[in-house]
């Protein structure tokens, strides 16, 4: 007991269940109501995309100290569908399905206009002798050093496309680096913790 004192401040909890109240049903509705709506900005803040088992998983978390049962988790999961708060694009190799948020689509859908109003445009480039030299202080290897190079020529818009580890990252501190100075460096991302990479590398991101 004394043990458990140091971290428990025994008397508030002894007090907080003398004065607790259990919630009504509409108090418990408009709680579930609150964090129901919390949740399509949660499940895209990392991912575009997220599956099922993402959706139930949310909504189990949600509803804890809520008091209904797990039922629920299913009933939720088909209002959100029913009321188009989350879209169903497709399906994984298992068959289920693999959802979005209407907002992430129509923030994917600027991006991809954006896109084809930049292709054919030209802007100017960083001195390629620059852009070497950078490869080299950075130790990119060849394939990161290719995609530095492609990232810097006078297209408005470039590609470079690599799975996570690969050093994408690594690879735009040395584009960033090249456009210093001479160029606005800002960045745009269709989840926070690219955002935050981009940030990283001292890029102005959102």
């Not at 043990?3 to 002894?14: C, K």
């Not at 269940?17 to 109501?33: F, G, K, N, Q, S």
């Not at 800002?186 to 955002?195: V, Y």
Request: hydrophobic share 40%; proline share 4%; charged share 25%.
């Amino acid at each position: 007991a004394d043990q458990a004192s140091q971290f428990v401040d025994v008397e508030r909890y002894v007090a907080d269940l003398r004065t607790y109240r259990a919630p009504t049903p509409a108090e418990r509705e408009a709680v579930i109501a609150e964090r129901m709506a919390a949740l399509p900005s949660l499940l895209t803040e990392h991912e575009s995309l997220f599956e099922k088992r993402h959706l139930l998983a949310a909504i189990g978390t949600a509803l804890v100290g809520t008091g209904v049962g797990t039922e629920r988790i299913d009933l939720e999961a088909q209002r959100f569908v029913e009321a188009g708060r989350v879209v169903q694009l497709g399906r994984d190799k298992l068959g289920q399905p693999i959802y979005s948020t209407p907002e992430q689509i129509a923030l994917e859908r600027e991006l991809l206009a954006l896109t084809e109003r930049l292709l054919g445009q030209r802007r100017p480039a960083p001195d390629t002798i620059r852009v070497d030299e950078l490869c080299r202080a950075h130790d990119l290897t060849d394939e990161q050093a290719n995609a530095a190079r492609a990232a810097t020529t006078s297209s408005a818009i470039s590609v470079v496309e690599g799975a996570p580890g690969v050093g994408k990252t690594t690879m735009l501190r040395v584009v960033a680096a090249a456009y210093r100075g001479t160029s606005r460096l800002a960045g745009t991302a269709t989840a926070w913790n690219i955002s935050n990479q981009v940030l990283e590398v001292g890029i102005e991101s959102k």
